[in-house]
């Protein structure tokens, strides 16, 4: 288990802040000042809430998500889940199976008004790839 993110939206530090707590967080060596969005790694299978950060932030800790399953959605605020990141599993070069996503019944419709720019809303007989 990982944390991957534990700020809320905005980041900390919050770049467009100049109070005395932001700008020694930028001004700080310690990584652990500089926190992302909320994403929480169970296991290599298992994630909660998938947003850009978590895939920064594999990639800063060495994690592959190549073998993840399973998404849990908290909510669908964009600092939980990126619609957009979604497709990443589509890019590899190595095959990855599809992932599927668990939510609320509103999350769901607000995961479908995401993709529905772009046609592919998924569902469980045809998962985002």
Request: proline fraction near 8%.
């Amino acid at each position: 288990m990982l944390f991957l993110g534990t700020a809320a939206a905005e980041c900390f530090p919050n770049p467009f802040c100049e109070c005395p707590a932001c700008q020694e967080a930028r001004r700080s060596s310690d990584r652990r000042l500089r926190r992302r969005r909320c994403s929480f790694l169970l296991s290599e299978t298992a994630m909660i809430d998938f947003n850009a950060d978590a895939m920064f932030a594999c990639g800063e800790f060495g994690i592959s998500l190549s073998r993840l399953k399973y998404v849990l959605l908290t909510h669908i605020h964009e600092d939980h889940f990126d619609y957009f990141s979604a497709y990443f599993p589509a890019m590899a070069a190595t095959p990855t199976q599809p992932l599927a996503f668990f939510a609320s019944p509103a999350a769901c419709r607000g995961i479908e008004g995401s993709w529905r720019p772009s046609g592919k809303v998924p569902t469980a007989s045809s998962p985002a790839r």
